[in-house]
Every structure is written in C-alpha cells, then in structure tokens.
C-alpha cells in the first residue's frame, strides 16, 4: 500500500487567499484524521471523520476552516480566507476501525506558509 | 479530559547505551496508548501500542514500552540506541471507547556515535 498519500507537500499562499489540501487515507480504513503541528501549540486534531462522516470537529480553530470527505478514498481541509497564524505543517491520518488495530497511519505532511 | 506529559524536552545518550524517553498520562477509564517517532520534514511514524494484555509492549525497531497503570506512565525504551534513533518521539493517549489521540509535546533524541 502507499500508505496516506498528502498534497500538496508545500503551500506558500498570502494572507486572505483559499487553501485547500488535500489527502487519500489508506484503502479500507474508516476513519481519518486531520492534525495541525505548530511549535507553539504542538500536534492538535482539528476534525476526524468515520464513513466519511463528521464525527468530532471541535478542534476545528474557527468558521475560516472547513473539511469534507465526499468519498471514502479522499478529503480535503480549506481554509478560506487565510492568515499568517495558519502557517503550520497538516497531518491527514487514517486507521482502520477495529478497536484492537487503532494505530493511525499518518501522511507526510502539508507543510503551509501564509504571508 | 485527557492529556499526556513528556516530562523531557531533550534526550541525549550514546550509542549503544540504553534509551528511555518518559510520557505520563491521564484519562477516564482503560487507556489506549500510543508511540510515534518523527524524523525531519517526515509524517509521524507508528512505533508501539498498548491496548490490552501484557504490560510490556514490543514494538518497531527493537523498542519497547512498559504500561504501569499505578504510575500512570508508558515509558518507552530501547536497550541499545542507534544513532539513526536521533528523533521526535510523541506519546499519545486515547480513551477505549473514543479515537480521537492526545498527543504529548515531544521528545526530541539524539544518539550520538
């Protein structure tokens, strides 16, 4: 398997554009995750999704972001408009939904500016 | 609420000594516990879990973690460092009937040869 497949690798966007990234979890896991990693507040889930449905977005920072899984091989994170204080790197996850098996598989990684 | 601590920001031993990185947490009833490890511009990478059964946990890459439930802790350990060990290491905590993972601040480890 290629494992969580995450583009783009590397977004410079400036301040008051749309963003979107992307990601593909790993064929026949149910849920997936969306992280953001910054210095200051280290790793942080902001939405996960179970059968492409929304199942916890409170981690979700404000209304500029939003996350949709329209098919169970692919979601997409937006953020719309964009500020500097967005600038971090975006973990898509998945893992398969047998409580025994829970360990997420996480993507490379978006690694986002915004100046 | 649920959190983890990795109560050292740095780690540093050399290689073929033993390492150890620390990480306590806290949930509401049984935990789910977790190692990644993080190498530079990389996505983290499973290493172990604990869920259930043995209290020592083998994992990837000839480490280990030992769940103490009376301490609280996941420590995890290697007996023999590499240098390529040199990494980010994250615990992370989950409650068994929720997936949503806390994940501690981080470890960094450096092996030097």
């Known amino acids: 398997d290629a494992g969580v497949i995450q583009s783009p690798r590397h977004e410079v966007t400036e301040m008051g554009q749309e963003v979107t990234l992307r990601c593909k979890p790993i064929?026949?896991?149910?849920?997936l995750f969306w992280y953001r990693q910054t210095m200051m507040r280290g790793l942080e889930l902001l939405i996960y999704?179970?059968?492409?449905?929304?199942?916890?977005d409170s981690g979700m920072p404000e209304d500029r972001f939003s996350a949709k899984m329209p098919n169970a091989s692919f979601s997409t994170l937006k953020i719309q408009p964009s500020e500097p204080r967005d600038s971090a790197v975006y973990f898509c996850?998945?893992?398969?939904?047998?409580?025994?098996?829970?360990?997420?598989?996480f993507g490379p990684g978006t690694r986002l500016t915004v100046l | 609420a649920q959190s983890v601590a990795q109560p050292e920001d740095q780690v540093n031993v050399a290689e073929g000594n033993p390492l150890t990185v620390k990480c306590t947490y806290s949930?509401?009833?049984?935990?789910?516990l977790f190692w990644y490890v993080q190498y530079p511009n990389r996505g983290l990478q499973f290493l172990l879990k604990?869920?259930?059964?043995?209290?020592l946990v083998k994992g990837s890459y000839g480490f280990e973690a030992e769940f103490n439930k009376s301490q609280t802790s996941f420590h995890l350990k290697k007996p023999s460092a590499l240098v390529s060990d040199s990494a980010l290491y994250f615990c992370?905590?989950?409650?068994?009937?929720?997936?949503?993972?806390?994940f501690g601040a981080g470890t960094t480890v450096t092996v030097r040869a």
């Open positions: 996850a998945s893992s398969f939904p047998d409580p025994l098996n829970q360990a997420q598989y």
């Open positions: 064929s026949g896991h149910d849920y």
């Open positions: 999704f179970n059968n492409n449905v929304p199942i916890d």
């Open positions: 949930v509401s009833g049984n935990p789910y």
């Open positions: 604990y869920i259930t059964g043995d209290n």
């Open positions: 992370a905590v989950r409650r068994s009937n929720d997936y949503k993972l806390s």
